[in-house]
């Protein structure tokens, strides 16, 4: 989870990530060194909350950006699975166990939730619902996306990926978004729901 100037949020965000059902979670902090309060809302949660000791921080050196702290994530992570959330974002408590038992049992590199996107009064804006496929390769990515019509959210934040499929591909962030890599080389599943906030200063991958 990326940290820069969100303590408007955070708490909301972590809170959500430390009361997942899924019990063996990493949670890792990349601190970007931001210049409000977040930090100390992610310290106090560490030492206050009984999963507190399931997170990890890591401080950067100099300011990277968000898809700095991406690439800080990849890096870091110590487990099978990786799961980008965004610190103005909410999962609901059973995402993760969901999209793990997909794919702890499915030859995929990512599995995708749907997103509940709401405003800053948790009033539903759109929600967006995938069905229960599987696609692999290019041209069924392809398919699914132009032939079919479908829509997906080309994002990191709403999809469990194997981490083996970031080693893979030799993948690093450093735009805004991530189509090519996810068109080309994956084989996807979609499945289940985050919370999206929407704000208009809002960045994601």
């Given at each position: 989870?990326?940290?820069?100037?969100?303590?408007?949020?955070?708490?909301?965000?972590?809170?959500?990530?430390?009361?997942?059902?899924?019990?063996?979670?990493?949670?890792?902090?990349?601190?970007?060194?931001?210049?409000?309060?977040?930090?100390?809302?992610?310290?106090?949660?560490?030492?206050?909350?009984?999963?507190?000791?399931?997170?990890?921080?890591?401080?950067?050196?100099?300011?990277l950006g968000l898809g700095g702290t991406r690439n800080t994530a990849i890096e870091s992570?110590?487990?099978?699975?990786?799961?980008?959330?965004?610190?103005?974002?909410?999962?609901?408590?059973?995402?993760?166990?969901?999209?793990?038992?997909?794919?702890?049992?499915?030859?995929?590199?990512?599995?995708?939730?749907?997103i509940n996107q709401i405003d800053e009064n948790e009033n539903s804006l759109k929600i967006?619902?995938?069905?229960?496929?599987?696609?692999?390769?290019?041209?069924?990515?392809?398919?699914?996306?132009?032939?079919?019509?479908?829509?997906?959210?080309?994002?990191?934040?709403?999809?469990?990926?194997?981490?083996?499929?970031?080693?893979?591909?030799?993948?690093?962030?450093?735009?805004?978004?991530?189509?090519?890599?996810?068109?080309?080389?994956?084989?996807?599943?979609?499945?289940?729901?985050?919370?999206?906030?929407?704000?208009?200063?809002?960045?994601?991958?």
């Amino acid at each position: 989870m990326p940290i820069y100037n969100v303590e408007q949020y955070i708490e909301r965000a972590l809170l959500s990530a430390l009361n997942q059902t899924y019990q063996n979670l990493e949670i890792l902090i990349v601190d970007d060194l931001g210049h409000d309060n977040s930090m100390n809302i992610v310290y106090q949660l560490k030492h206050t909350h009984p999963r507190g000791n399931c997170i990890r921080i890591i401080t950067h050196k100099k300011n990277l950006g968000l898809g700095g702290t991406r690439n800080t994530a990849i890096e870091s992570a110590q487990g099978k699975y990786l799961y980008f959330m965004d610190s103005d974002d909410a999962i609901v408590p059973d995402c993760i166990e969901t999209l793990y038992n997909i794919i702890s049992q499915e030859k995929v590199d990512f599995v995708a939730a749907g997103i509940n996107q709401i405003d800053e009064n948790e009033n539903s804006l759109k929600i967006t619902n995938y069905p229960n496929i599987t696609r692999k390769g290019k041209l069924c990515m392809a398919q699914y996306f132009y032939e079919e019509k479908n829509d997906i959210w080309v994002t990191t934040w709403n999809k469990l990926y194997n981490l083996s499929f970031f080693k893979r591909i030799s993948y690093s962030f450093f735009g805004t978004c991530v189509p090519r890599r996810h068109s080309n080389a994956c084989h996807a599943r979609f499945k289940y729901q985050i919370i999206y906030l929407n704000q208009p200063n809002n960045i994601s991958l």
